[in-house]
């Protein structure tokens, strides 16, 4: 695992040139990976109670506030995640606007979410139904957010599992998103967070 771990480091810190947007062709994936993903324009405002918490570390924070602007950005209503840390990426996913239904943990939610996020800690959250997440996700116009998509084996594969289906895969290297949506056009994107 250690070798493969590598070898995706080195592809991904050669590959990811559409960090500033170049060789990206799609208008509506450029928008998204200059002002969604790397945030340039500083467009988003973080709910003002939550971003003077303390006890979360600065990557955890920018992780949240991406989460929070994609949520924001795609209008998503319903979200499911995946994961044991829920206090902080409540009160994001809370504050984000139109995203009103936050389910944790919950497999039969994910045919209906608008976007899903899958932690770290997945499989034994899942206990044996990873194959379930995996014919379920990606159904529907859908975005779809998995954590150590190089580093952890059971994430690694559901990203591969995914990706195949989606339209837009963009690899952040510790995390990636999964887009699916027949009116985008398909692409496969290497980005820096």
């Known amino acids: 695992m250690i070798g493969t771990y590598l070898k995706e480091r080195v592809k991904h810190a050669v590959r990811f040139r559409h960090k500033r947007g170049f060789g990206v062709h799609s208008p509506f994936m450029f928008n998204f990976i200059l002002n969604v993903i790397r945030d340039r324009r500083h467009t988003f405002v973080y709910p003002e109670g939550v971003e003077r918490q303390k006890g979360i570390g600065h990557r955890e924070r920018r992780f949240y506030r991406l989460l929070f602007r994609m949520a924001v950005f795609l209008k998503v209503r319903s979200v499911v995640c995946f994961t044991q840390k829920r206090e902080m990426l409540?009160?994001?996913?809370?504050?984000?606007?139109?995203?009103?239904?936050?389910?944790?943990?919950?497999?039969?939610?994910?045919?209906?979410?608008?976007?899903?996020?899958?932690?770290?800690?997945?499989?034994?959250?899942?206990?044996?139904?990873?194959?379930?997440?995996?014919?379920?996700?990606?159904?529907?116009?859908?975005?779809?957010?998995?954590?150590?998509?190089?580093?952890?084996?059971?994430?690694?594969?559901?990203?591969?599992?995914?990706?195949?289906?989606?339209?837009?895969?963009?690899?952040?290297?510790?995390?990636?998103?999964?887009?699916?949506?027949?009116?985008?056009?398909?692409?496969?994107?290497?980005?820096?967070?």
């Open 90 to 193: 409540d009160l994001y996913l809370q504050n984000a606007g139109s995203a009103g239904q936050v389910e944790y943990n919950c497999l039969e939610a994910v045919g209906n979410a608008d976007m899903v996020y899958v932690g770290r800690e997945c499989r034994t959250l899942l206990k044996g139904r990873d194959k379930e997440l995996g014919e379920m996700a990606g159904g529907r116009k859908q975005c779809i957010v998995i954590s150590d998509i190089h580093k952890n084996r059971f994430n690694a594969s559901l990203w591969r599992l995914l990706a195949g289906k989606a339209n837009v895969r963009v690899d952040m290297m510790w995390y990636g998103v999964l887009l699916f949506d027949e009116k985008l056009q398909k692409g496969s994107y290497h980005v820096m967070l």
